[in-house]
């Protein structure tokens, strides 16, 4: 199984709003998302990975074919910051996520955070292996909060990440 990530020209848009259909079908188990007319859900911030500077959108690959994608984007304190991360179901826990994930990490040395969606407990473990694997346990695990809500968070920096080499194996 060969896991690729492609950084998304915006030739490949389509592809990334079609996935961007599932993913908002699965993130609507844990947020209150409503579909229009048409049936369809809206990501208004998907055309900022094009069109701002500090963005940039990855597709997932699977032996060549679309997986999944990842929207990066850096904070104003240069922080790279996770703010979507997808992989249709069938190649869930398989691998796939821990190895795109890391192949972002390591696109991007410096600083992360990785915001998780506080009722997907899923995700919050799948991140929380991820990244306790990617830096031998060197990161921060806390919440943030304020008056309207209440987030689990990663930090680490990927430069100062102790990689095992089994980390880095498939």
Request: aromatic share 14%; charged share 30%.
């Amino acid at each position: 199984m060969l896991v690729e990530l492609e950084h998304a020209p915006k030739s490949a848009k389509w592809t990334l709003q079609n996935l961007m259909q599932l993913y908002l079908h699965d993130m609507s188990e844990f947020q209150a998302r409503a579909v229009d007319e048409q049936g369809l859900f809206h990501y208004r911030y998907l055309d900022s990975y094009w069109e701002e500077p500090g963005r940039y959108p990855f597709l997932i690959r699977v032996d060549g074919s679309p997986a999944g994608f990842a929207l990066v984007r850096f904070d104003e304190d240069g922080r790279a910051d996770m703010a979507e991360f997808f992989l249709m179901r069938g190649h869930r826990r398989r691998g796939v996520g821990s190895i795109a994930a890391r192949h972002l990490f390591d696109a991007f040395p410096g600083p992360w955070e990785i915001r998780e969606e506080p009722t997907n407990f899923a995700g919050q473990q799948f991140w929380r292996r991820v990244v306790e694997k990617y830096t031998a346990g060197q990161f921060e695990d806390l919440t943030l909060e304020n008056d309207h809500w209440r987030v689990p968070v990663q930090r680490f920096d990927s430069r100062a990440a102790k990689v095992t080499p089994s980390a880095k194996e498939a």
